[in-house]
Each structure stands twice: as structure tokens, then as C-alpha cells.
């Protein structure tokens, strides 16, 4: 079994920060890309930011330069650091992770249960 569970989200006011944090724990062997995603009411959910396994980054266009994306492989952790934050980005944002399990090698898409982030004044 593998689990992701984020933390980090809440209400901030339009131009404040957040940091969100995503561990992943469980039988693990390795994790590849990890990344966050979001979804607002009655939209589809969207790619927000990803990492590989050796650091390279990918933004969505609405986010670069105001979002960051780091992990920790030794932690299995991924954060996002959202800065300049807009009414726009209010969504539920999700961690994903792909993931070679320990003892199938197999590997397997895994999401967190989400977190709430709501920029609001």
C-alpha cells in the first residue's frame, strides 16, 4: 500500500503565500515524477507543476514564476510554494506521484486526497 497525504492548504489573501507539503509513505521502491495538480469548482483538473526524479521542473503557464515545486527524496516529500497568490488560484490542489512499488517493481499513479486552498479577501 502507498499513501500521499498533503497538508499546507487554508485561506490567504490575493497576494500572500502558501506552502504545501505531500508525503508519500508505504511500500516503496522508487519515485519517479511527482507533481501537484488542482481542480476548481466546475473545471477540470489541470496540471500545476512537476518534478522529475532528477530535478527538472514543468509550470503551468498561469503559475511560472510565481509557483515553485521542490522535493525531498529522501523524505519522499514534494512541496509546491505558492507565491503572489491570485483569486484565480482557489482549488482543491492534489499531489500525484508515480511510484515503483517495493515488491512488484511494478509501477503505479497515485493521488492524494487533496487539500483546499482559498484566496480570498
Known amino acids: 500500500q502507498v499513501q500521499l497525504v498533503e497538508s499546507g492548504g487554508g485561506l490567504v489573501q490575493p497576494g500572500g503565500s502558501l506552502k504545501l507539503s505531500c508525503a508519500a509513505s508505504?511500500?516503496?521502491?522508487?519515485?519517479?515524477?511527482m507533481g501537484w495538480y488542482r481542480q476548481a469548482p466546475g473545471k477540470q483538473r489541470e496540471l500545476v507543476a512537476a518534478?522529475?526524479?532528477?530535478?527538472?521542473?514543468n509550470y503551468a503557464d498561469s503559475v511560472k514564476g510565481r509557483f515553485t515545486i521542490s522535493r525531498d527524496n529522501a523524505k519522499n516529500m514534494v512541496y509546491l510554494q505558492m507565491n503572489s497568490l491570485k483569486p484565480e488560484d482557489t482549488a482543491v490542489y492534489y499531489c500525484?506521484?508515480?511510484?515503483?512499488?517495493?515488491?512488484?517493481?511494478?509501477?503505479?499513479?497515485?493521488w492524494g486526497q487533496g487539500t483546499q486552498v482559498t484566496v480570498s479577501s
Open positions: 518534478i522529475t526524479s532528477g530535478g527538472s521542473t
Open positions: 500525484n506521484a508515480e511510484i515503483t512499488n517495493y515488491y512488484q517493481r511494478l509501477n503505479y499513479n497515485y
Open positions: 508505504g511500500s516503496i521502491f522508487s519515485i519517479n515524477a
